[in-house]
């Protein structure tokens, strides 16, 4: 039983990395109309960022939550600005490619100074050590990434769909020359809104730092996996691509403790299920 | 919405004529190759590569359907024929047909799946199902794992032609290269074809003038793995090895990065960026990581400046079909 509560912890982990991950390709998707390929590589960034600030600059993890994503956000408001933005009005798919590019060149950077092996990243102090819960053990560090990535998730949520900025946002989406006539300034909010989905991808990278330590390539595999979580989960709802991201990452940790063959493919072979059940994905409408 | 690719110019028989010279053009370039000197294995190599990116160009250019998993066609045709080939000794002809068929038949599964949806989802789920199929590989006893299938023996196809002779083997997989672009050249001026454009340019008309769309996509997404599939058997011969780097999600990268740079939806866009891109990495091999990083800057530099790719960009300019 010890090994199920084990992976179901692992589980929830990867599905806060997913729900945070999936939750900006809905924002960045909603707004700009681009599916961002880049998302994985901007979250390797993020844990990079983290590292360069603790060993380059000596300030610690609680410190690069707050200062990673908006390096990274600042980063990725900069490549919107110079070129995504040349691409409203072109067929979607342009973005896929042009950000696929960008992956390709912030990843074979990163792998040209650092290879392609881990660097370490220690837990903070305060996080060390566990809880003895009875039935399992319950490293504090995991706890926490769980429950600050829900936080965060409800919080982006809230954000969205409850404040007027979000107001404003859900009417660019829909309507961008209408809401421009009110006079906002659509231009800069899908700059910002690009930057809030890119320092969400960021914030997942520092928090995986300590777990799955720092690597170029660490992004690679994860985008994959996520763009099938926002496949299952369809794109039309911020609240589906954050349960659908814990969700899907609760499967695959149980398919690790009762199949661990599978558990590499489990969400594609979902995908594939639900695709031939509702095409339209589990919360999305019809296009 | 703009189309993804150029389609100002009509299909005239002036079109046709400027792409038959084209056709006699390149096939005389490449039948000489082996009187010039010219390294037959890197040609070989690009040819297989070429006859990929026009099966991926089929799709994309002219049915609007963005594969960003053709990789898995290469690398189960091309696991398939080399199984084939040095477990079950099956002659090489008989390879390629397993292969050819093997491909046809994921193009079967996949396509049920990937053509319920479009556009940008269809990429997405296309390449979650190639990643899909890189794991089953990664851990399939048959195909070796890391190492992969290694010392395939070339065999005499049809009992006559001994595939271990450079010059031999040039002429089969060029006669196996020209035979699918062919295919594809006809199927893209037949009635189908037509049908395909207009489904890129405007499904729901297409569907409102009594086209079953799906039918058609489903169609042209397995002749599309078919002869991906193609070229992927007969890579095996040239490389005499499959691996998992044929499988996986930078390959499909390379293919649709070969297709833009020479021309989306032009007829022999995808044969020139696939010898410029093969061209590119034999070159550039002693740069390490930096090959991705400028893979990446060819991608971004393409899609931003340059969305016609250099055959569309010349086409464009001389007002030519090519």
Redesign the interface.
Known sequence: MQALYAQLLVGLINGSFYALLSLGLAVIFGMLNI?NFAHGALYMMGAFVAYFLLNLGGINYWWALLIAPVIVGIFGMILERT?LQ??A??????G???T??????????F??YFGSSGLPYSIPDVLKGGMNLGFMYLPIYRAWVVIFSLIVCIGTWYLIERTRLGAYLRAATENPTLVRAFGINVPRMITLTYGLGVGLAALAGVLSAPINQVRPLMG??VI??V??V??IGGMGSIMGSIITGFALGVIEGLTKYFYP?AS??VV??L??LV??VK??GLTGRA? | ????TDDSIPATSRAVHDEMIAFGVMTAMLAIVPLTGIYPFFVMQALCFALLACAFNLLIGYGGL?S?GHAMFLGTAGYVTAHALKVWGLSPELGILAGAAAAAALGVITGL?AI??????F???T???S??LY??Y??APFTHGEDGIQGIPQGRLFGVFDLSKPTVLYYVVLAGFLGGFLLIYRTINSPFGEVLKSIRENEPRAVSLGYKTDQYKLLAYILSGTLAGLAGSLKVFVAQNASLTDVE?AMS?QI?LMT?VGGLGTVFGPVVGAFIIVAMQQYLSGL??????I??????V???TF?RGIIGEIAHFFRRSL
């Open positions: 599916i070129m040349w691409l009005g072109l067929d979607h798919l342009y896929l490619l042009l696929f590019g960008l992956a390709l060149i912030i990843q074979g950077v792998q040209n690679e595999n994959i996996v763009f099938a926002v496949v063959e590499n493919t594609f072979v995908m594939v695709l031939l095409p339209t296009a | 919405m703009t189309a993804m963005l960003f799946v319920r949806r479009q556009g940008i989802y990429a997405m789920i390449l979650a199902l990643q899909l794991f089953i990664l851990q999600v990268g649709v833009l390490g990581q930096w090959v991705t990083v893979q990446g800057a060819v991608f971004v393409c899609v931003l969305r």
